[in-house]
């Protein structure tokens, strides 16, 4: 490099196991680079295999503690083959929700988050941002490279991963009669404080379901999906058995996020915000409460309104924190 020339905008890893497979989506990825918008490492995998990965460390050394960059990278690396599995497995349990393939799942914790969008059959693009305020602008950078990558790489449309921002709710019927339900204990003050900032959420027509679960227990949960705006939603699956569904998705959590934080140990040891499961039709939200074992789970079934439906969330969340230090469960 001459004392002219720039430094790389990002310094590419390839694996021996791709060769020259990987040219066309590392180009891909590199034009990222040029405006990263606080997208800080990529990696893509296929079939369970490291490809190559794409970053910005050698711009961050003083981030990893004098660490090594090479041993940084290997970590970051091992970090997301591990999430990738975990993002398979999530997938294969979601199926009986017939919602879809899972096409984006994003962590978020303290520290930054991490995105794995999903590219073709058994291949997978995942990036990171270490930056708290750049989530967002990461988050939308990388849907809209799976899509990239789908399009210029496989002449494939893209599946719409993160919605829509500029889509509009088509309303629901009127009038709009959420179905609530309650587990035990919960007391008659703090459901109805849960229904009276819960059902306003719903009756906008982006989210559709949420539910409270404490020490990983049902607690809670209001729905509109009796509402015949949603009737092509439920041609196989009846309502009830959806919200078991739901439930049963829960239940699993306390394993599901236990093995997720075991997988992204080398890129985080905090506890994790948000997770979005992204489906071909609409998206699961799981947002923490300050409690032990307690989280908010929310649904939206139409895939524009992803983003809209979890703005809906963030609302809720600390509506129904008070609630709960108000009326205790």
Same mark, same amino acid.
């Given at each position: 490099?001459?004392?002219?020339?720039?430094?790389?905008?990002?310094?590419?890893?390839?694996?021996?196991?791709?060769?020259?497979?990987?040219?066309?989506?590392?180009?891909?990825?590199?034009?990222?680079?040029?405006?990263?918008?606080?997208?800080?490492?990529?990696?893509?995998?296929?079939?369970?295999?490291?490809?190559?990965?794409?970053?910005?460390?050698?711009?961050?050394?003083?981030?990893?503690?004098?660490?090594?960059?090479?041993?940084?990278?290997?970590?970051?690396?091992?970090?997301?083959?591990?999430?990738?599995?975990?993002?398979?497995?999530?997938?294969?349990?979601?199926?009986?929700?017939?919602?879809?393939?899972?096409?984006?799942?994003?962590?978020?914790?303290?520290?930054?988050?991490?995105?794995?969008?999903?590219?073709?059959?058994?291949?997978?693009?995942?990036?990171?941002?270490?930056?708290?305020?750049?989530?967002?602008?990461?988050?939308?950078?990388?849907?809209?490279?799976?899509?990239?990558?789908?399009?210029?790489?496989?002449?494939?449309?893209?599946?719409?991963?993160?919605?829509?921002?500029?889509?509009?709710?088509?309303?629901?019927?009127?009038? =709009?009669?959420?179905?609530?339900? *309650?587990?035990?204990? #919960?007391?008659?003050?703090? $459901? /109805?404080? &849960?229904? +009276?900032?819960?059902?306003?959420?719903?009756?906008?027509?982006?989210?559709?379901?949420?539910?409270?679960?404490?020490?990983?227990?049902?607690?809670?949960?209001?729905?509109?999906?009796?509402?015949?705006?949603?009737?092509?939603?439920?041609?196989?699956?009846?309502?009830?058995?959806?919200?078991?569904?739901?439930?049963?998705?829960?239940?699993?959590?306390?394993?599901?996020?236990?093995?997720?934080?075991?997988?992204?140990?080398?890129?985080?040891?905090?506890?994790?915000?948000?997770?979005?499961?992204?489906?071909?039709?609409?998206?699961?939200?799981?947002?923490?409460?300050?409690?032990?074992?307690?989280?908010?789970?929310?649904?939206?079934?139409?895939?524009?309104? =992803?983003?809209?439906?979890?703005? *809906?969330?963030?609302? #809720?969340?600390?509506?129904? $924190? /008070?609630? &709960?230090? +108000?009326?205790?469960?």
């Amino acid at each position: 490099m001459t004392a002219k020339e720039d430094p790389p905008a990002c310094v590419i890893r390839r694996s021996s196991y791709g060769g020259a497979a990987y040219e066309n989506i590392i180009a891909l990825c590199q034009d990222e680079f040029r405006d990263p918008q606080g997208l800080h490492t990529v990696s893509y995998f296929d079939h369970g295999f490291h490809g190559f990965s794409a970053d910005l460390f050698h711009k961050m050394t003083g981030r990893f503690g004098g660490r090594d960059i090479e041993a940084v990278r290997e970590g970051y690396e091992n970090a997301f083959h591990e999430f990738v599995i975990n993002v398979e497995r999530m997938d294969r349990l979601l199926a009986d929700l017939e919602t879809g393939d899972l096409i984006r799942t994003v962590v978020e914790t303290s520290e930054g988050a991490i995105h794995c969008g999903w590219v073709y059959s058994g291949e997978y693009v995942v990036g990171a941002t270490l930056d708290t305020s750049a989530v967002e602008s990461m988050d939308w950078k990388m849907s809209a490279l799976a899509t990239k990558i789908r399009d210029m790489a496989f002449s494939l449309p893209g599946r719409m991963p993160g919605g829509d921002v500029e889509a509009e709710a088509a309303g629901l019927a009127e009038p =709009v009669t959420p179905f609530l339900a *309650r587990g035990e204990p #919960l007391s008659e003050a703090a $459901e /109805r404080g &849960l229904r +009276e900032v819960c059902v306003p959420r719903l009756a906008a027509g982006e989210l559709h379901y949420v539910a409270l679960h404490i020490d990983w227990e049902f607690r809670f949960s209001a729905d509109v999906f009796d509402n015949p705006a949603l009737d092509s939603w439920f041609h196989r699956l009846t309502r009830d058995l959806r919200r078991k569904q739901y439930l049963e998705v829960a239940r699993r959590l306390q394993r599901d996020l236990a093995e997720l934080t075991h997988a992204l140990w080398r890129f985080t040891h905090e506890p994790f915000r948000r997770v979005v499961l992204d489906v071909e039709s609409g998206a699961i939200y799981v947002y923490p409460l300050n409690r032990s074992g307690a989280f908010l789970l929310g649904v939206t079934l139409f895939q524009p309104l =992803v983003p809209h439906a979890e703005e *809906r969330m963030r609302e #809720l969340l600390p509506d129904v $924190e /008070r609630v &709960l230090d +108000e009326t205790p469960p």
